[in-house]
Structure formats: structure tokens, C-alpha cells
Nanobody, 117 residues
Framework: QVRFVESGGGVVQPGGSLRLSCAAS????????VGWYRQAPGKARERVAT???????DYADSVKGRCTIFRDNNKDTVTLDLNNLLPDDTAVYYC???????????WGQGTQVTVSS
């Protein structure tokens, strides 16, 4: 019943930027950790970035320096800014959160990011 709706994906050229948005159906102020994940064709889903209510973000090595995550607990949104995009960033990007049990909620449709010339 918990849903995450991702948006903002698209086709961009290498070096371009995108802002991905996530709208959650739950009050994320009660969720300690929210984040963005991605899955490329033929690859497993991987973590891109997470952020806790402390405000401290954590980024995957592959996107460090090129990525910024932000959570708005008032709007129940999680934003991911991607900069200097690379072809390897091409993937479906998902937003999710860890519940109190430590497991992710159900995965949504995601938003497609394609980095290509």
C-alpha cells in the first residue's frame, strides 16, 4: 500500500544533468532512511544515494561528486540531482525507503534515465 512515484527521467547527452523527483504516499518524516536506487539492463539493482533524517547523505562511489540527494519531509518528496551524467548512468531509477524492520517497501515503476548522444 506504500507507493513511491518517480518522475523527472529522460534522455540527456553525456555531461548533462537531471533532477529526479519522488513522491511518497507515506509521511517520510517517520522514515529514518530514504533513497534512490537504479537498475541498468542486465545488472542488479544498486543503491545510488540515501539520506537519513539527520540529513547526512551517503552516495555510491560511482556517483560521488556528481549527485545530490535531498528530502523534504513536509512534502514527502525525495529529490535526486544528477550532474555530469555518463552513459553508465543509464538505468531505471527508483525511490524507496527502509521501514522500521529494515526492509524496503514495494518498488514502483521507476523513471528511465538514458544518457546518450
Amino acid at each position: 500500500q506504500v507507493r513511491f512515484v518517480e518522475s523527472g527521467g529522460g534522455v540527456v547527452q553525456p555531461g548533462g544533468s537531471l533532477r529526479l523527483s519522488c513522491a511518497a504516499s507515506i509521511r517520510i518524516q517517520y522514515i529514518r532512511e530514504v533513497g534512490w536506487y537504479r537498475q541498468a539492463p542486465g545488472k542488479a539493482r544498486e543503491r545510488v544515494a540515501t539520506i537519513t533524517n539527520r540529513g547526512g547523505p551517503d552516495y555510491a562511489d560511482s556517483v560521488k561528486g556528481r549527485c545530490t540527494i535531498f528530502r523534504d519531509n513536509n512534502k514527502d518528496t525525495v529529490t535526486l540531482d544528477l550532474n555530469n551524467l555518463l552513459p553508465d548512468d543509464t538505468a531505471v531509477y527508483y525511490c524507496n525507503a527502509l521501514g522500521s524492520t529494515g526492509f524496503y517497501f514495494d518498488w514502483g515503476q521507476g523513471t528511465q534515465v538514458t544518457v546518450s548522444s
